[in-house]
């Protein structure tokens, strides 16, 4: 069975300082894990997504997560955090190679203080 | 990369009528589609997984009665809220996967924001 769990449903940073937002997964396969944005009365943007090439993976707006087979985990981290990046951050895995449920993380909300 | 269109984004209807919404996979064909729930400030509630030519499968607790999903084609998706009443308003987002050994993804739609007055 897949599941995610992210950690913390509320996260608050300061601008400029680095961000954290924990994911730990579970999935009886190799899994694709995704990182989506989604800011208020918005749909979901991809942030990046692990398919099983490079463990640390690069998206868009200076976002990156490592994959860490050993310890189940795929964090999203950014240096430094800037006011735009306050919005939910929702770790998505999918059980690649079949097809599978999209199982979705509770969400983690990034308030980004000035 | 491939683009899901979800339509309306938008909408208010009156209490006890029926609500269409569409989404489409423009550019890719999706063979399963998934249709999510999103209540205020919480994450997204997976309904159903729509399947092209078969019935679609509800996770327990949503009635498939009131979520009519209909997958008539590769492209075309469509959840019909039936006879909707307040407690159906919500933000409602479909996403099609492309599956594969190593290029697997999810795209989503922009969602619908649904009012019954």
């Known amino acids: 069975a897949q599941s995610v769990t992210q950690l913390d449903s509320h996260v608050s940073v300061s601008e400029g300082t680095p961000v954290l937002l924990r994911c730990n997964y579970s999935s009886s396969y190799s899994p694709s894990l995704f990182w989506y944005v989604q800011h208020p009365n918005k749909g979901l943007q991809l942030l990046l997504k692990y398919t099983s090439a490079a463990t640390l993976v690069k998206g868009i707006n200076g976002f990156e997560a490592e994959f860490k087979k050993s310890e189940t985990s795929f964090h999203l981290t950014k240096p430094s955090a800037h006011m735009s990046d306050a919005a939910e951050y929702f770790c998505?895995?999918?059980?690649?190679?079949?097809?599978?449920?999209?199982?979705f993380g509770k969400g983690t909300k990034l308030s980004v203080k000035p | 990369g491939a683009v899901v269109s979800q339509h309306p984004s938008r909408v208010i209807c009156k209490s006890g009528t029926s609500v269409k919404i569409e989404c489409r996979s423009l550019?890719?064909?999706?063979?399963?589609m998934f249709w999510y729930r999103q209540f205020p400030k919480q994450s997204l509630m997976l309904m159903a997984t729509?399947?092209?030519?078969?019935?679609?499968?509800?996770e327990q607790g949503v009635e498939k009665d009131k979520f009519l999903i209909n997958h008539a084609s590769l492209t075309l998706s469509t959840l019909t809220v039936t006879s909707a009443h307040p407690e159906d308003s919500s933000f409602y987002i479909c996403s099609a996967a492309v599956w594969g050994q190593l290029n697997t993804e999810a795209f989503f739609g922009q969602g619908t924001r649904l009012t019954v007055v």
């Open positions: 729509s399947n092209e030519g078969s019935k679609a499968t509800y």
């Open positions: 550019d890719f064909q999706a063979t399963t």
């Open positions: 998505v895995v999918i059980h690649r190679g079949s097809q599978g449920n999209l199982i």
